[in-house]
C-alpha cells in the first residue's frame, strides 16, 4: 500500500526542525517506518540547485526564477525521493514543499498563487500531501525567540516586513487547502509536538 505525504510549513524560526526530530524519536519507538526529508534539496541535484536559490552572492536573482527553481528542485526530489519511498509504503515527512512557494514567491514576492500553482503542476497534482502541519507563529514571536535572522542567507535576511507577508500567506492558504491544518506553538515544544503526533492518529497517518 502507497504511504502517507506529510509536510511541515511554517516561517522561519518557527520550530520545524525541532518538531520534526521530536515526532522522529516518538515514529521510531513506535516501529514506524518512515523518512523525513526537506526542500529546498534532499537529493543530490536538488541540493545542488538549493546553494544556487540561498546564495547570498546571487542577488540579481529575479522573482520568476526564484520561483522555477524551487519547482526545478521540487520535482527532482519528488520523483527521486518521495515518490518511490511512498511506493515503498512508508510515511514520508518533508521539512517543506510547495506551500512554502506560495507563501513566499507568490504572497511574499507577489507573483500570485496562480502562478505558482501553474509551475508546481507537478506536485499539486501528482503527489499532493495527505497531512499539511503549519506551525502556527508569527515571525516576530519566531525571530525573537530564535535571537534574529541568518544574514548570509538570501531569503533569511529579508526583515520582518517580508516575513510578515510570508506569514499572511500561510493564513491565505488555509481556507484553500483543507488538507494544512494550523498547529498552535504558544506552550513548549513537548506540547507542541503531543499535539502533533495525536494530529497524526486522529488523520489516520499512524494508528
Ligand atoms: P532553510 O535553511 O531550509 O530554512 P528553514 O530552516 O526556515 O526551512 O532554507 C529554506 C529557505 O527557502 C527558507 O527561507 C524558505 C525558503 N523557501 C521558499 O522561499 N520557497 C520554497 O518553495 C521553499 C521550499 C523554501
Known sequence: MRGSFVTVEGCEGSGKSTQIRLLSE?????GVDFLVTREPGGSDVAEQIRSIILDGKNS???????ALLYAAARVQHLKEIVEPALEKGKLVICDRY????LAYQGAARGLGYGYVETINA???EKCPPDLTLFLNISPKAAFERKHGADKDDRIESLGLAFHEKVYKGYLGLLDKYPRICAVECGGSKW???ERIYLLL???GIIK
Do not use: P
Open 26 to 30: 516518538k515514529l521510531a519507538a513506535d
Open 60 to 66: 540579481a536573482m529575479c522573482d520568476e526564477c526564484e
Open 98 to 101: 510547495v506551500d512554502s512557494s
Open 122 to 124: 507537478y506536485a499539486l
Open 191 to 193: 506540547e507542541t509536538n
Open 201 to 203: 492518529k486522529e488523520k
